[in-house]
């Protein structure tokens, strides 16, 4: 199992005013993606739990990308990985950022 944690800041915070949401299913090829509104406006935290070790670097890469486009200030992000595929994960990132948006 390897735990990488991601720290980012972000221009604004996400809007709306929904306190947490889940997105995904830990099960084959999937993950679970818990949102939580706790942190500072401008600060964005995203601590991943996989199976599949050596991946850091496409990690980080599919959560700039993510916090570049959703702004996703206020939020830590908790995943916890099933060997998600890169396009699986972003699509789980952006559903959890709509749902916070209510």
């Known amino acids: 199992m390897e ?17 947490s949401a889940v997105t995904g299913v830990v099960a084959s090829g999937n ?8 942190l500072p406006p401008d600060a964005c935290e995203v ?21 570049a486009r959703a702004q996703p200030g206020g939020i830590r992000i908790s995943i916890n990985d099933g060997g998600a595929r890169p396009d699986t994960v972003s699509l789980r990132l952006l559903q959890g950022a709509r749902l916070m948006e209510a």
């Open 3 to 19: 735990s990488l944690t991601f720290r980012h800041t972000t221009k604004t915070p996400l809007p709306g005013t929904q306190p």
């Open 47 to 67: 601590a991943i739990d996989t199976p599949i070790a050596g991946y850091g670097d496409v990690w980080a890469a599919v959560v700039a990308d993510f916090v």
């Open 31 to 38: 993950l679970e993606v818990l949102l939580e509104r706790v």
